[in-house]
């Protein structure tokens, strides 16, 4: 006896293990003929008989007409002895389920059998089987399954139509479910072989009748009905998890995530905390070098470069590394263990009621990291003007470098009080998207019924530690390198700019900058602050630069200068801050950087996202009002309360 | 699977869980029907990580080609998401 024998099945259902088993070495790989889908052959012997094996591609999660699954499914119409190898017997076990291979093998009409693949005692009763299915060339028993298919609108009248004159090769069961599904490659063969009258009443007759969906409804009850009574245990119902309750909950589900992420960056602060107690210790490295280089005869133009630029600009870079450090560490967590899917999941229906799709809150997310990630990732909202919202909406969601400067200003000017002012910025970040959503989305979105999405949510799982500590020392180190190439160009840039030589007040920038006070204070800003408001723009790190070289160099606000006519060099950038911006001047100021507009490539993303300059524009520039809006509104806020 | 397609409508995201509760069924025959209409195109995974074109560098692809572009190591335990494509 000898055979060829096809192998199908679903992908990961152990064809391959089972094709190796029986073939060994004796196997080789081309491709099928005019496809470009790899073909696996091979042979082995069995009794003194060589069989030849094909193995062919998985035909389920295929898109229907690939050219795996014409082939694959080429194979299962040839009329040919079959029997059911049911693998992974040994899982089945471990599950608890009992399986009645007879009672399945009695419905079928053919040889079924429970396997192994990976068990090589199994091997024998394959063996015995493939010859028991050779001897009885047995086949398909697919009454039943026709059963189901006659209750199909327009199954019965379409197979009268296919019944004398079907192409060879295919029962007319199969060619009218094909029909019903509206195959192409089905459709194009009829073309080929019926005349052109049979073919207008069949197109007819389907477009009336049942559809794909309804199609494999009839199958899965046919599979339901076979393994009625020969699986048992298998019912297992899955509870949800504690948790899982809470976050999947209609009501308690957004609350609870907004809880998580706000208890979250509250515990960011604490890695945070002992980082900025090394950065204050750089900055008073700066007195004493400071002192030294005068002592040594140094000039004053590159003792100040040095100290109030260099030193200065790394004190702060370091302290904003602690919150790098921490918000990665509590996001990359967040990720890791499962509650950011959950996340995505509980503002599913938010983003509807904003005109958008569930799939926004994802490049959301990802802007708290980077806003031109944010961008990019909204390319899988097809539609352009949600895409054109979906960014418009991630720019006000704070990014790394934010994150990193926003808490340690916070902390500079506001102490202890600083995560309720990170958790006021959040809020406020919520209310200004909704805003935005509104202000934006009646020329950008419809209201089109809105489908729902299919989630799985990943289970929750413990962190692995190491790989997360690793992934977040990276981004530090990332950070630190840019942010610092930023923090050190922008503060000399500024720095200089304002070196006045003699006097403070004779330098340009000083004279510029007094004189559009009178303006930007309408905003809460003194001049240096909205300098460095506008430095933002280009990057939020930018505007470190700008405040170490505004206030530690040498053109101090007035009252300030004073004080430093004296050996006053000692005093630290903190101080010098406290002393020379108020709580509400700061307040302003990192409303104003906090919603200015992420930085210059965040823009350029955009544009290359949306291809719409006026759309980039219109988003920059309210971005901008906006900002100093909100700045205006912190300002005068802060006024009544300190 | 049309009761599954139908109840999407009320433009609501599902788990696959809750699927299975609503429509009285299993979690895995939940499964067996998403592979099957994905299968004949009715609904299709959503890829938000980098394509094959671009190895995710998303310079110079063309975001018409490339439909997801996450940076690398985003969103790496978002588990997996379905949409329902319209049928017209
Ligand atoms: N426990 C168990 N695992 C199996 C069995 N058969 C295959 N596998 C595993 O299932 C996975 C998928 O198998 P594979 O042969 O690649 O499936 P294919 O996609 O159908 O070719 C592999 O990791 C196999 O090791 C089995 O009988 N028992």
């Not at chain 1, 052109?196 to 794909?212: H, R, S, V, Y």
Request: charged share 20%; proline share 3%; aromatic share 8%.
């Amino acid at each position: 006896m000898s055979a060829t024998i096809a192998l199908l099945g679903q992908p990961n259902s152990g064809k391959s293990t089972l094709f190796n088993a029986l073939t060994g070495l004796r196997q080789h790989v081309g491709n099928w003929p005019g496809k470009t889908v790899e073909k696996k052959e091979g042979t082995f012997t069995y009794k003194g008989d060589t069989y030849s094996v094909a193995d062919l591609p998985g035909s389920y999660s295929m898109s229907a007409n690939s050219d795996e699954e014409v082939i694959t499914r080429d194979y299962a119409g040839l009329e040919a002895p079959c029997f059911l190898v049911l693998n992974m017997e040994d899982v089945a076990k471990e599950q608890g389920k009992t399986i009645d291979a007879a009672a399945i093998e009695k419905k079928l009409g053919i040889p079924v059998m429970l396997f192994s693949a990976t068990d090589m005692k199994a091997y024998d009763k394959f063996y015995s089987t493939l010859e028991r299915a050779l001897k009885s060339k047995s086949h398909l028993d697919v009454s039943s399954l026709e059963k189901e298919y006659e209750k199909l609108g327009g199954y019965a009248e379409i197979k009268e139509q296919l019944a004398d004159n079907a192409p060879s090769g295919y029962t007319p069961m199969w060619l009218t479910v094909k029909v019903l599904e509206n195959d192409k490659v089905v459709s194009a063969k009829l073309k080929n072989t019926l005349d052109d009258k049979t073919i207008k009443k069949i197109e007819t007759l389907a477009k009336g009748g049942a559809d794909a969906v309804a199609a494999g409804e009839c199958k899965f009850a046919w599979i339901d009905e076979i393994l009625q009574g020969a699986v048992s245990g298998s019912k297992s119902v899955t509870k949800l998890g504690r948790l899982d309750r809470i976050y999947t909950h209609r009501i308690w589900g957004k609350p609870a995530v907004v809880l998580t992420v706000l208890l979250g960056l509250i515990a960011s602060f604490i890695p945070a905390l002992p980082i900025m107690g090394v950065g204050s210790l750089v900055d008073m490295l700066k007195t004493a070098v400071a002192t030294g280089l005068e002592g040594a005869g140094c000039p004053a133009l590159v003792t100040g470069l040095l100290c109030d630029v260099g030193i200065q600009s790394l004190s702060f870079v370091i302290k904003m590394l602690g919150f790098v450090f921490g918000v990665t560490l509590v996001f990359g967590l967040l990720e890791e263990v499962g509650v950011m899917a959950r996340i995505s999941y509980v503002f599913d229906n938010t983003m509807g009621k904003l005109g958008l799709q569930g799939k926004s809150v994802m490049p959301f997310l990802v802007s708290f990291g980077c806003t031109m990630g944010g961008a990019a990732g909204a390319r899988v909202i097809d539609n352009w003007g949600q895409k054109v919202l979906t960014i418009a909406l991630a720019w006000a969601v704070p990014c790394g470098a934010a994150w990193a400067i926003i808490p340690m200003l916070s902390t500079v000017f506001f102490g202890a009080a600083a995560p309720l002012i990170i958790v006021v910025l959040l809020l406020v970040m919520l209310l200004h998207m909704w805003i935005t959503a509104k202000v934006f989305g009646a020329k950008l979105v419809k209201t089109e019924d809105r489908c729902g999405m299919i989630m799985e949510l990943p289970p929750y799982h413990k962190p692995k530690w190491g790989a997360l500590f690793r992934y977040v020392l990276g981004r530090t180190k990332d950070t630190f390198f840019r942010v610092v190439k930023v923090v050190l160009l922008v503060c000399a840039v500024f720095w200089l700019l304002s070196y006045g030589g003699g006097s403070d007040e004779s330098s340009l920038l000083y004279k510029i900058g007094t004189a559009i006070e009178p303006v930007t204070m309408f905003v809460g800003l003194p001049w240096q602050l909205f300098i460095a408001f506008i430095a933002s723009s280009v990057g939020k790190e930018g505007a470190v630069g700008v405040i170490t070289a505004l206030y530690s160099g040498t053109s101090y606000a007035q009252g300030f200068a004073e004080a430093m006519s004296g050996a006053a060099r000692a005093a630290n950038l903190n101080e010098l801050l406290l002393a020379n911006v108020t709580r509400p001047e700061a307040l302003a100021f990192i409303f104003a950087i906090t919603f200015n507009l992420p930085c210059v490539v965040a823009l350029a993303a955009t544009y290359q996202e949306i291809h719409s300059v006026k759309w980039t524009a219109k988003i920059a520039l309210y971005y901008t009002a906006t900002a100093l809006l909100l700045s205006c509104i912190a300002y005068h806020i802060g006024q009544l309360i300190w | 699977m049309k009761r599954l397609l139908e109840l999407l409508k009320d433009g609501n995201s599902r788990t696959i869980e809750q699927l299975a509760a609503e429509l009285g069924t299993t979690p895995a025959d939940i499964d067996r029907q998403l592979g099957f209409l994905e299968h004949i195109g009715a609904i299709r995974r959503v890829s938000f990580s980098a394509q094959k074109t671009c190895g995710g560098s998303c310079k110079g692809c063309n975001p018409a080609e490339c439909r997801g572009c996450m940076p690398k190591n985003a969103a790496q335990n978002m588990g997996e998401m379905w949409e329902v494509i319209k049928q017209h």
